[in-house]
Each structure stands twice: as C-alpha cells, then as structure tokens.
C-alpha cells in the first residue's frame, strides 16, 4: 500500500528509533537463539551478526515502502549453504529466521504505538513484516535444500574419490587415515574389498545402498561405490546378503593400504562366479582353482581335447561315460556311491571308467589325471548351459 505523504515524516521517526536499536536488539536475539536453538551453537558470532544486519535492513525497507520484494530477490544462498555445512537442520533455521522477524515486528509495534503513528499504518506494515516473514522463509525453504542437495552431492563425489582411490592403490597413508575416520572405517582391523552386479532389475545405486546396509550390520564397518557398472567396497566380514539377487566376489582379508589387491582378486573371483552363473558372495574358498579355469582358457581347451572330445565320437554313450567319471571325482572315487547315485549296477560303472581310459590313453589312478580332468570338467561347465545355483555351498562347486 503506498505510504501516504503525511505519514511519511511519522514513520520515518519510528524507523530511525528501531535503527538506533538494531543491535542491542541483536545481542538480545543471540542469546535467544543460543538458549533454544542448540545447534545455532556452532554458528560463529560473527556471521550471526551480519546476517541479522541483513535481516533488519530489509525490515525497515519493507516499513519504509510498503511493499514486499519477490522471492527471487532474497539473496540466502550463502547463508543456506554455510548452515548445511554446518549441519544446521532446515526446521532449525526457519525457527531462528521467524524470531528474528518476530523480534523487528514487536520493536516496530512498540516504537510505532509510542510515537502515536497512524493505527492504519501500523496494521499495514505489521502485514508486511509477516508477508515478508512467508515470502523469506519459503525462499530460505528452496535454497536451504538446494544447499543441502549440492553439499550432498559434493560429499559423494569426495567418498567416491575415496574409495577409489583406495581401490586402486592411489593413496598416501594420510589420505587412508583421514577418510577412514570421516567414513567410519577403522584401519586397525582388516577390510575384505567385493565387487558385485545385480541378477535382475536392480539398479547399481540401489544396490549399492543395499549392500552398504547388509555390510554394516551389527556394527561391521562397510563402504561402497557404484564403479563400471558394478558396484564395489570394502567390509569387515562377509556379508549375508538373504534373498538379494546379486553375485559377488571377495577378496581375501588385508589392511586398508592393501585394499587395492584384494580388489583385484575381488575383479576375477566375480568373473569366475558369473562365469559358473552362481548367485552370492563368493570368495577364493568357494572357488578354489576354479577361478583359474575362467583365467586360463587355451589351458582349458588343451585339457577338454586331451580328456574329453575323444569321449564324443561314441554318442550318447560317450556322455554316459563322461557323467560316471564326473561322479567318480565327485564321490571320491567310491565307486559303489557312483552307481547307486546312477542306478546301475557296478560292473557298469567299472566298465565306462575303463573305456574312458582306453579313449583318452590315461589312468583314473595317476594324479595329474584326477586334476586335469577335474579342470577340463569345469571348463565343459563353462562351454555348456550352466547350472543356475544359489549359493557357495552348491554340490557342483564344491565338490
């Protein structure tokens, strides 16, 4: 509402009086805060003060004309930013914004019903100074979480710097000490590093967040990073990740300044694992030489000519005798297991074994025959439709 000229001389005394109060009034409101907003606490006096400053001034411009600003001309940016670093709560600086307010609109009453002004004047201001209230406080609200998004965001790129680095073998021990205690590592206890990737619809952010939840469990420290299309981490213990769709290699326990090699041999037990289409976490323990198989594969198609290929050319009953010798390894070489497990009778079983070994030219009973065999089977597990398998305890891996 324009501001009628004889009024002007009027309220202008009383924005004069509030003018020469402005910072008594400040000191009051410093207390205030301290007392009922704890975590105004940690904002510096100094800040305090100019920010009131601002506040104030923008009051008595508002008094002065009559009008409100758009929200678009508060600037609080710099103010919404220092608050969340500082980890002053939105709710706590929209409290400290209205008792600043609250506090020019009592001292604008006071000095505006001593000086005589106008009644009408008073209620149209005292409505600005709340109109003002809403539009400000609906402008800190935005850049409050503008704020809060930007810092966020900021502090996962640094956490994600972090851990690749430390993935990677890229930090000092200084940088290893300092990010372990801003992300709750501890780097007096070993760390296991994982990668995994989701068997289904999950995305890498949300599978990211449900490992980093099942890695933490009861008190365990864990860290993650979506990283290739993977996500990968470090944890204290394996985790027991339930019905989660996601296989997951595990490297081998070291301190934090050697994470970068249980990383890598996190990289090929993952490898082997959604070669042998297995869901869980697997670490070397699980799959033994078998992550070997998946590494060395011309070592594997010499192994399948010299054992298996030769057992072809007989047909169906070349695939008899190649399951019997899988059973054979399998039951540690109880024969009497093999053929009860495929319902015939011993002296069938007896003779497969030995028509495999006049196929291929090598005896069951030599060592170095049991090993290759058993890697060349491993690798038909690879060039074949793989079974689907559920967890590190699956038979067909484990035996």
Known sequence: MPVQSRATAPLERVIAAMAAQQWHLGGRLHADLAGHIPSY???PRELLDEIWHRHFQRALTVLRAGTVPAPE???????ARDRAARGVPLSDGLRAFRRALSAIRDLFIAEATRRELDPGLIVDR??????LADVASLRITAVHRQAEVASALLDARRRADFLRGLLHGTLSTAEIHSGAAIYGLDPSRPYRAIRAVS???VAPDALERSLEFHGRRHGRGALFIVLDEAVAGVVEAKPELGDLEVTAGLGPPTDLAAAHRSFRAAGRLLEAARAYALRGVY????????V???AEPELAELLLERYLRPLEAEGEFGALIEESVRGYLEKGRRIREVARGAHVHVNTVRYRLRRF???TGTSLDAPDTAVELSWALAARELRTSPRELSGPDSPSIMR
């Open 41 to 43: 606490r940690a904002v």
């Open 73 to 79: 001309d508060f600037d609080e940016a710099d103010v």
């Open 126 to 131: 005292t409505k600005c100074l709340w109109e």
């Open 199 to 201: 068997n289904g619809d």
């Open 283 to 290: 670490d070397l323990s699980d799959l033994s030489w078998r």
């Open 292 to 294: 070997a198989v998946v």
């Open 357 to 359: 070994e006049e196929l």
